[in-house]
């Protein structure tokens, strides 16, 4: 047996943990679109959008009451 080398462990688990296993039946592509809608989601576009949205949003806000006694 040869010695433990933390890297190569690092490797296989990171390559185990990218396996991904679907269900069959309606549940599976449920899962599928799931995973998708997470990955978009999770991009750097959709997170700028929503933020100008939400300061856009404070700014239409802040006009609405401007001048208000």
């Known amino acids: 047996m040869s ?3 933390p ?4 490797l296989a688990v990171s390559k185990l ?3 991904r296993v679907w269900p069959y039946s309606v549940h599976g592509i449920v899962r599928k679109g799931r995973v998708i809608l ?3 989601m999770k991009s750097l576009i959709i997170e700028h ?3 100008c949205m939400v ?3 404070t ?3 802040m006009l609405g009451y401007y ?3």
């Open 49 to 51: 959008t929503m933020t």
């Open 3 to 5: 010695r433990f080398d």
């Open 38 to 40: 997470k990955t978009i």
């Open 55 to 57: 300061l856009g949003n």
């Open 67 to 69: 001048g208000a006694s």
């Open 7 to 10: 890297f190569k462990a690092r």
């Open 17 to 19: 943990n990218s396996i």
């Open 59 to 61: 700014v239409v806000l």
